[in-house]
Every structure is written in C-alpha cells, then in structure tokens.
T-cell receptor, first 114, second 110 residues
Framework: DMKVTQMPRYLIKRMGENVLLECGQD?????MYWYRQDPGLGLQLIYI???????SEGDIPKGYRVSRKKREHFSLILDSAKTNQTSVYFC?????????????FGPGTRLTVL | GQQVQQSPASLVLQEGENAELQCNFS?????MQWFYQRPGGSLVSLFY???GTKHSGRLTSTTVIKERRSSLHISSSQTTDSGTYLC????????????FGKGTSLTVIP
C-alpha cells in the first residue's frame, strides 16, 4: 500500500523549544517536500529534497531546517520554535525531482506553539 | 503576485447540481494537479493532468496549457463532495516546484 506517513499527528510545544517532525514514504520516491498550510495563505513550500543530502530551500525556509539521510525519510526541524510557526505541516513525495511527477501527501501534523 | 488563481472562492450547491471550478495560471507551466481536502484532512489527488481532458467518475478535469488554465467539473454533486478543491501549478523550471491556489470551498446541501 503506497503511502506517505507523518509523525506526530498533533504536537504542542512552548516557544523556544525544539521541534522535530518526521515523514516517511514507502514508494522509493526521489523527491520529498515539506509544506505548511495556513488559513488564507494556502500551502507554502518550506523545503524540497531531491534525494539523500540534496535539499533546497522553498519559498519560506526561514526558521526551518531539514534532514534527509535515507531516501524514505525526511525530517523537518524547528530550532527554537516561534508562535508564528503554529500551523499544519504537510509532507509530500513524488517519483522524481524532474518534471511531470505527481505528488502524494501525508496526513499532516498540527503544530501549536504556545 | 499570486501565480495560481482559483475561482470561485466558495460555492454552495443543491445536491444534484453541477459545478465548474476554475484555475488560472499567470506563468507558463509543465503540468498541474487537482486535489481534494476535507476540513482538517490531508490532500487527496484527484487528477494529475499535464494537458487535455481526464475523467474519473463524476469528475472531469480539462487543462489547456497554452491558455494557462484548468477546470474541474463535478456532475450530479453529492453532500460528500463538500470540502476544498485545490489546484497546483508545476512550474516550467526543469525541477519540480509546485505552486498552490488558495482553493475553492464547496458546500453541497441536501
């Protein structure tokens, strides 16, 4: 069963704490993504990873970093979380980093930073 | 400026009515994708549609690359169709980079 998984699904942190969001996929996809979704702003790309240790900034990378040490796993890290990072975070994957490849999304992580 | 414009922003239908959702792009594109999202839910891919017309049950997607637009037609709407429909543009950069519209919120009432 092809799918993208995310852990945890819900997380509450205090401002200044570190946050680790994890994403996995079992489709051997090369490319993985992290997005955040906010009311009125839609989905915004944070980082894209084309393969292991091959990561690029998206449109809103400030305050985030990523790690991809295995093809099937992509992590999003918030060092010293801020209240404006409260959001729903989605991970996605696609077969290739080149054009014409459909995206598959995980269930999302709802992060609240107090 | 926003590269993906979706219209209408919201739509209310009586069950059984048809709907036409529009997606217009301000930049050239390689392809585009339509998604469905329930409130609080994830994105479910409906169509990956580089160009032309695709059908899936009561849904039809038509993308005209040279006119930079795509439409999603829902026929004989059902209450379970309620939710948000998002379109995403895949930019013509050689590497994948999707831009999302803000969505059309559809409510189908019985």
């Amino acid at each position: 069963d092809m799918k993208v998984t995310q852990m945890p699904r819900y997380l509450i942190k205090r401002m200044g704490e570190n946050v680790l969001l994890e994403c996995g996929q079992d489709m051997s996809h090369e490319t993985m993504y992290w997005y955040r979704q906010d009311p009125g702003l839609g989905l915004q790309l944070i980082y894209i990873s084309y393969d292991v240790d091959s990561n690029s900034e998206g449109d809103i990378p400030k305050g985030y970093r990523v790690s991809r040490k295995k093809r099937e796993h992509f992590s999003l890290i918030l060092d010293s979380a801020k209240t404006n990072q409260t959001s729903v975070y989605f991970c996605a994957s696609s077969l290739s980093g080149h054009s014409y490849a459909e995206q598959f999304f995980g269930p999302g992580t709802r992060l609240t930073v107090l | 400026g926003q590269q993906v414009q979706q219209s209408p922003a919201s739509l209310v239908l009586q069950e059984g009515e048809n709907a036409e959702l529009q997606c217009n792009f301000s930049t050239s594109l390689n392809s585009m994708q339509w998604f469905y999202q329930r409130p609080g839910g994830s994105l479910v891919s409906l169509f990956y549609n580089p160009s032309g017309t695709k059908h899936s049950g009561r849904l039809t997607s038509t993308t005209v690359i040279k006119e930079r637009r795509s439409s999603l037609h829902i026929s004989s709407s059902q209450t379970t169709d309620s939710g948000t429909y998002l379109c995403a543009l895949e930019r013509n950069t050689g590497y994948q980079n999707f831009y999302f519209g803000k969505g059309t919120s559809l409510t189908v009432i019985p």
